[in-house]
């Protein structure tokens, strides 16, 4: 009998809840508002006894949603990270929301996290309905402040 090959890289979606429509974003053929959910604690500490055997070498944390709209996002990374500390946990945010400590206390525990930023102010709004140039530069200036007071 052949042995399974162990799980090396998973991809977890622990929300499907956005801010934006993307142009470029499936999300909206299938997602809708009977599917729409944001995955429990109780649910996210299954997958992590499930997966906690497995020699994961990477993961993303992301999907058809932001993962920072999650209200446990922190929590869920934290988990993460306590059961695969070597495991390179990489994330995405769009930055359209306000930035806050939870948010900080997140991306500590991230090994990579990804801006997601196509285009330049016109563009950048026209390519993702709902989103505000303005509001990313008022995010980045905000991570950028927090990172310089940690030095």
């Known amino acids: 009998m052949l042995q399974p090959s162990p799980i090396r890289y998973a991809y ?79 994330s995405a945010t769009n930055l359209q929301y306000t930035i806050d ?6 991306i500590k525990e991230l090994d990579l996290l990804y801006l997601s930023i196509d285009g330049y102010k016109d563009t950048y709004e026209a390519a993702r309905r709902g989103a505000k140039w303005s509001k990313l530069i008022e995010s980045l200036d905000a991570i950028e402040s927090y990172l310089s007071s940690q030095r």
């Not at 429509?21 to 649910?43: G, I, P, T, W, Y």
Request: net charge positive.
């Open 12 to 90: 977890l979606e622990t929300t499907n809840y956005c801010n934006l429509d993307c142009a470029f974003c499936n999300r909206r053929d299938v997602v809708n508002k009977q599917n729409l959910m944001h995955m429990s604690l109780e649910n996210w500490l299954r997958c992590v006894e499930i997966l906690r055997h497995q020699p994961l070498a990477q993961a993303k944390l992301m999907g058809l949603g932001e993962p920072f709209f999650h209200p446990q996002f922190d929590q869920i990374v934290k988990v993460f990270k306590r059961q695969f500390p070597a495991c390179f946990t990489i």
């Open 101 to 106: 400590n939870k948010f900080y206390d997140t």
